[in-house]
């Protein structure tokens, strides 16, 4: 495995790609997940493999994007990707083995589903997940890395267009507007009418209502 600066942060967003691209370690994937921190739903990872001479103007972190440009940015992605993959682990697994390992899990489930094979992962966050291959860990990966960017816009575009289909499986919890996060109008809901399937059983603030 190559050795990068544990620190290393450059403008360019494809610094640590292209580290890696120059020692002959191609193709490289970025990977993140979202929805660790939300009530209901499932959590969902993405891989992004980009080619060598991407250009991705306006890529950034997810949660710094409006709605809308995040879509357009995810058919921007896909669209030059050499590969993307989404994967999710559902709220019932998160149950059974904490959200932290369902992170892991959905993102090392994403790697499989790419349809090349990367050579080394970009890793958003500070721990490797469960996959033989090389990692980078890249703490804020989504700031850092334009794979890892490209990655966390399409995990969240995916799980809101999800969140938006239970909202109509489960009408009356605005699973649309808060997409599953502990807003007082997702736990007011929650109080009303008790808990869904697609509700987080250990987490706190569903528990309680069970």
Not at 107 to 125: F, N, T
Request: proline fraction near 7%.
């Amino acid at each position: 495995m190559v050795d990068l600066p544990h620190g290393a942060e450059d403008p360019d967003l494809l610094y640590f790609e292209r580290r890696f691209w120059d020692q002959g370690y191609y193709p490289v994937a970025g990977l993140d997940e979202v929805g660790r921190g939300c009530l209901a739903g499932p959590v969902v990872a993405a891989a992004v493999v980009l080619p060598r001479d991407i250009e991705l103007p306006g890529v950034n972190d997810s949660k710094t994007l409006s709605p809308g440009t995040r879509t357009e940015m995810d058919t921007l992605i896909r669209d030059r990707a050499v590969s993307v993959s989404v994967a999710q682990v559902s709220a019932g697994e998160i149950d059974r083995i904490n959200i932290l390992q369902a992170s892991l899990k959905a993102m090392a489930m994403a790697v499989d589903a790419l349809s090349v094979r990367p050579q080394v992962l970009l890793v958003d966050g500070n721990r490797q997940i469960p996959h033989p291959l090389p990692q980078k860990t890249l703490v804020k990966g989504d700031r850092r890395s334009l794979s890892v960017a490209a990655a966390s816009i399409v995990a969240k575009v995916y799980r809101d267009h999800l969140m938006v289909e239970l909202d109509s499986k489960y009408p009356g919890y605005h699973f649309a507007g808060h997409k599953g996060y502990p807003t007082a109008i997702h736990k007011e809901a929650l109080r009303r009418n008790g808990c869904t399937p697609v509700h987080r059983r250990t987490f706190r603030g569903v528990k309680e209502v069970l």
